[in-house]
């Protein structure tokens, strides 16, 4: 695994100058945005090597001379355009911000659910509650109003959940399916995502989902219309009350970026109840994002971060968790990790737990 240069190891000059572009990263952020969304970047890409003014585009565009100038030069300082003899051009960073879904996925999720929220950070983690998620809606954790989120908040959020999740998932279907089973548990179902493609996948396969009532709903929505609604069920649970068991005698226990929604005591005890949850011989899978096991410095940092929005939006108590942290939950739930499979999908490791 890789991982990013040393912060100690910068010259001095270097580091105030890192120091600085934190100073003034939320307004560089919203800069990004509006170069972005006004159309500015798109624009000085298309003028290609020769590169435009910003008379040029501001006549392109109908915007003021003045509100283009401030932002190339905003974006200049933030390397996403250079500027030479007057003429700007677009830079491979600039080029990302345009084209890159993991990075339009990332802009818009910060912008629409956890820069306003951010702001009570400080009292989140002195209360352990998510104080700044008032600023979305009256819920106790952002899973109780995900379906009553506005516009485009709501639609930010699904890009953003799927974007991670989803793309593990033609990676794991085989090693989770590798082996016949009849009965699969998918905890934290969510929207049925999963459970629809194991049930695509496998016609001898029931899957049977829990999670909260919304998640329930539209989970066995997505299954009708798929058309396997015959071989999907779902039984609502509240997952952070520990008296409630799970249903029981299934081959395979399935969890997929739950656990990281989750404090440690919680954990352990989803994992408690997933393994008397599983017939003889059954095997729990848990896809999760760990920083610590990522290929690039990038994918670290972006993991790393996630936690602060667990803390000021999600529900003030749970994070992106390391591979150790994990694995001692596993250990105290009195199951052992069998297999590991890191790189699946975008940045996700899969873990084989049995009994024992």
């Not at 355009?81 to 818009?108: A, C, I, P, S």
């Not at 998932?169 to 969510?190: E, I, Q, S, W």
């Amino acid at each position: 695994m890789t991982s990013a240069p040393k912060p100690d190891a910068m010259s001095a000059s270097d580091a105030r100058f890192a120091a600085q572009r934190l100073a003034f990263g939320p307004l560089v952020f919203h800069a990004a945005l509006a170069l972005r969304d006004l159309g500015i970047l798109e624009a000085v890409m298309n003028r290609g090597d020769t590169g435009a003014s910003a008379t040029d585009i501001a006549g392109e565009l109908r915007l003021s001379a003045y509100a283009v100038t401030v932002l190339l030069e905003s974006g200049l300082g933030a390397g996403l355009v250079t500027l030479e003899q007057g003429r700007y051009r677009l830079t491979k960073v600039g080029y990302f911000v345009l084209h890159d879904e993991m990075t339009r996925v990332n802009l818009n999720f910060v912008r629409d659910i956890c820069y306003h929220g951010a702001a009570a950070l400080i009292t989140s983690l002195k209360e352990q509650r998510p104080a700044g998620l008032e600023q979305l809606g009256d819920w106790g954790t952002i899973y109780e109003g995900i379906g009553a989120l506005a516009e485009p908040a709501r639609s930010s959020w699904f890009d953003f959940d799927h974007y991670y999740s989803s793309s593990a998932f033609p990676d794991a279907l085989p090693l989770v399916l590798g082996t016949p089973a009849r009965r699969l548990l998918d905890v934290g179902g969510n929207t049925g995502k999963w459970a629809v493609l194991c049930a695509e996948h496998d016609r001898a396969v029931e899957v049977t989902l829990i999670d909260a009532a919304p998640q329930i709903e539209q989970a066995l929505a997505r299954a009708a219309n798929a058309g396997v609604s015959g071989r999907v069920r779902g039984t609502v649970i509240d997952l952070l009350d520990h008296s409630q068991e799970f249903p029981r005698g299934f081959d395979i226990v399935w969890m997929s970026q739950l656990l990281s929604c989750f404090a440690k005591p919680d954990i352990v005890s989803i994992l408690k109840r997933s393994a008397r949850a599983l017939a003889p011989g059954g095997r729990i899978f848990v896809l999760e994002t760990f920083w610590d096991r990522q290929k690039y410095a990038g994918a670290s940092y972006n993991l790393q971060q996630t936690s602060l929005y667990f803390a000021s939006m999600a529900n003030g108590k749970s994070r992106i968790y390391d591979f150790d942290s994990v694995s001692a939950c596993v250990a105290e739930a009195g199951l052992s990790i069998q297999d590991v499979h890191d790189g699946l999908g975008v940045s996700h490791t899969l873990l084989r737990c049995c009994v024992g």
